[in-house]
């Protein structure tokens, strides 16, 4: 059960750049959405100045693309934090980066992101926004 990056969170907005290919991705089984890219992603709106009912708007409308075909799933817990601290200083990643790396690797290893950071992390396989994947 592949994951998805907080960057793909991003362009499921329609004017997003990358909007078509995470479209495309939906269509990846058994797609999950950690709550660490969840947690990033609220947290960057409320860096742009978005108010709470613009982030709700925002969470609800992730919710309802998503709905149909990708779940959420909880991999906050100590082991989360032991593992992201361990990225965070072998690999380089920066914080949320090596949060939403340890929720991969503590699932599937499978993470969907154009972020080639993540290809630093052994055991890690990143696919690539838009590119089909039938497993």
Same mark, same amino acid.
């Given at each position: 059960m592949p994951i998805v990056d907080t960057e793909f969170l991003f362009a499921l907005a329609p004017l997003d #750049?990358?909007?078509? @290919?995470?479209?495309?991705?939906?269509?990846?089984?058994?797609?999950?959405?950690?709550?660490?890219?969840?947690f990033e992603f609220q947290i960057v709106? #409320?860096?742009?100045? @978005?108010?709470a009912d613009e982030v709700a708007k925002a969470i609800v409308a992730i919710r309802e693309i998503l709905g149909r075909t990708a779940?959420?799933?909880q991999t906050i817990s100590t082991d989360l934090f032991l593992k992201q601290a361990e990225i965070e200083i072998k690999y380089e990643l920066s914080y949320f980066d090596s949060l939403?790396?340890?929720?991969?690797?503590?699932?599937?290893?499978?993470?969907?992101?154009?972020?080639?950071?993540?290809?630093?992390?052994?055991?890690?396989?990143?696919?690539?926004?838009?590119k089909l994947v039938k497993s």
């Open positions: #750049r990358k909007h078509e @290919r995470a479209m495309e991705s939906l269509s990846i089984r058994n797609l999950r959405v950690p709550d660490t890219a969840l709106l #409320r860096a742009r100045g @978005r108010k779940r959420e799933v939403i790396a340890a929720s991969a690797l503590l699932t599937d290893a499978m993470i969907v992101s154009d972020d080639r950071d993540y290809d630093r992390v052994p055991g890690l396989n990143r696919i690539i926004i838009g």
